[in-house]
């Protein structure tokens, strides 16, 4: 079996994936409160472990941002 690269998404995917307007992507990346990112040829692409990790921290409880205890 060939080796294979990960799978990693662009902007536009990745803001499919999340359900997620590009132009917010875009606008979470320069505020520095959105996943991890690879700049590459001044292209932006995501891992999607990354984005799952990113997605596990942001998850709550409640609208008033208390985090659910234990997994």
């Given at each position: 079996?060939?080796?294979?690269w990960p799978?990693?998404?662009?902007?536009?995917?990745?803001?499919?994936?999340?359900?997620?307007?590009?132009h917010?992507?875009?606008?979470?990346?320069?505020?520095?409160?959105?996943?991890?990112f690879?700049?590459?040829?001044g292209?932006?692409f995501?891992?999607?472990?990354?984005?799952?990790?990113?997605?596990?921290?942001?998850?709550?409880?409640?609208?008033?941002?208390?985090?659910?205890?234990?997994?």
């Amino acid at each position: 079996m060939p080796n294979r690269w990960p799978d990693v998404p662009d902007t536009t995917e990745t803001a499919q994936i999340l359900r997620l307007k590009k132009h917010t992507m875009e606008n979470m990346r320069c505020i520095g409160n959105g996943p991890v990112f690879y700049k590459l040829a001044g292209r932006i692409f995501y891992r999607r472990n990354d984005l799952r990790h990113w997605l596990a921290k942001a998850r709550r409880r409640s609208s008033a941002g208390e985090q659910p205890r234990g997994r």
